[in-house]
């Protein structure tokens, strides 16, 4: 299923924020209040994936390696679909 574009850009952004304060490791967990609804929801959703982790009393962190498997995931998807249009495409004209 596709995702619509204005989650994927809220995700980044909120994954932008922790990446600029270095918020990385359990160590470095930061405090984060969002500050649109489009963010509070794609927090919650990052937090549901576990790649917005707890460092505990309310400081949260990114978790990296989780954040680069989503977009990998995202971008193999992405590249299948294109895949699979141009083929139809390909198809539509040929015939």
Do not use: C, H, N
């Amino acid at each position: 299923m596709a995702t619509p574009p204005i989650r994927l850009v809220a995700e980044k952004r909120v994954a932008r924020y922790f990446l600029g304060k270095g918020a990385t490791s359990a160590a470095d967990a930061i405090a984060y209040e969002p500050d649109l609804g489009s963010r509070k929801r794609a927090f919650d959703r990052l937090k549901g994936l576990d790649i917005v982790r707890s460092g505990g009393r309310d400081r949260w962190f990114l978790d990296e390696a989780r954040w680069a498997e989503l977009r990998s995931q995202r971008r193999g998807r992405m590249v299948t679909m294109l895949a699979v249009g141009a083929a139809i495409a390909a198809f539509v004209v040929t015939r």
